[in-house]
């Protein structure tokens, strides 16, 4: 068993599932934490866990809730259980890091984020793409002003499977991309439209198209869907300047600096405008892909330690669920275009 010293956060992972495993395996390693519980009600995954680990495993989160040696509870149980779950642990005073989405309800993330202000608690978020090296340099780019006047971001978030019943597409799979293009351009969008169609099961959309209308007219378009013939997972984000180009799913050159662009020239011939394209060299850098997941855990562990505030915390989650809540709003009247 992982011995822990008195500085360690002790934490405990809250539903190991799908998730839930990774983040249990990246607490057990870290320097500084302590994987003390694994709470599921499977008694399967629980003796997995303790044989991997050799931390305690419960049934309930209240088993644990009660242990005032416990510092911080991570949730990666269905979307769902999250506020209720979430809840529980602030008001028994544990810090908490709640997988991606906050919850399904926005009055309940803001209920969320209230109370982890009025505790004085860290409420963080999973949104673990806003901790992968390649997005952070995709927005020292951004910002640097290197790509020009930003035009308009697509991205596709694509797979065959994991099919799901409880939620559609836009619930399981956009978070990611919404909360990427969010840190990129740092600023919500004024208006969502979203469609989608189920074909499976008739219940859930298994595939949507989501588009975010930025300010100073940049687009943002998201494909996200478990009904496609290969993994894609890949981001083009288009400037006057320069063009970038992500793929998460590369072995190497993930981020792709194109040097090409298109833009409008300042003075006008016959009532036409002029135009200037250009087609230069490809940068692919070098980076430093140290796994997200693991920069996203240590960064939780330092925010208990020190109350610092996170990167993705809860005021972040609020912002993602209210595009989502747009977008279904949209989903649900044939894609009218919805204003936030």
């Known amino acids: 068993m992982q011995e822990a010293s008195p500085r360690d956060v002790r934490v405990a992972v809250v539903g190991y599932g799908y998730w839930g495993p990774n983040l249990a395996r990246n607490f057990h390693h870290m320097t500084g934490a302590q994987l003390a519980y694994v709470v599921d009600q499977d008694a399967t995954a629980r003796e997995r866990a303790r044989q991997l680990y050799g931390c305690q495993t419960a049934m309930q989160i209240d088993d644990v809730l009660a242990d005032p040696a416990l510092d911080a509870v991570v949730i990666a149980t269905p979307a769902r259980t999250h506020h209720a779950l979430a809840r529980r642990a602030l008001a028994a005073g544990k810090h908490v890091l709640v997988e991606k989405p906050l919850t399904m309800d926005v009055s309940e993330a803001e209920d969320l984020v209230t109370l982890a202000k009025q505790s004085g608690l860290t409420l963080m978020v999973g949104h673990v793409f806003e901790y992968n090296p390649a997005v952070a340099y995709i927005k020292h780019v951004i910002d640097s002003g290197e790509l020009g006047e930003l035009y308009y971001l697509y991205s596709r978030r694509v797979n065959l499977g994991r099919v799901q019943s409880d939620v559609n597409a836009l619930w399981s799979i956009a978070p990611h991309d919404i909360s990427i293009a969010l840190y990129l351009l740092d600023q919500m969008p004024e208006a969502v439209r979203c469609q989608g169609t189920s074909c499976l099961n008739g219940a859930v959309e298994d595939v949507v198209f989501l588009t975010l209308f930025f300010p100073n007219n940049v687009l943002c378009h998201v494909h996200a869907s478990w009904l496609d013939p290969s993994k894609t997972r890949e981001m083009t984000v288009v400037g006057s300047q320069k063009m970038i180009v992500y793929d998460d799913v590369s072995a190497e050159g993930k981020v792709r600096v194109y040097d090409k662009g298109a833009f409008r020239k300042g003075d006008v011939t016959y009532g036409d405008f002029q135009y200037k394209l250009h087609s230069g060299d490809i940068l692919i850098p ?26 993705t915390d809860g005021e972040n989650g609020l912002r993602v669920l209210q595009v989502l809540a747009a977008g279904e709003q949209s989903l649900r009247n044939d894609g009218e275009k919805i204003y936030l």
Not at 287 to 311: I, K, Y
């Open 286 to 311: 070098r980076l430093d892909m140290r796994e997200p997941l693991q920069v996203e855990c240590a960064h939780f562990v330092d925010c208990v330690r020190t109350g610092r505030q996170p990167l």
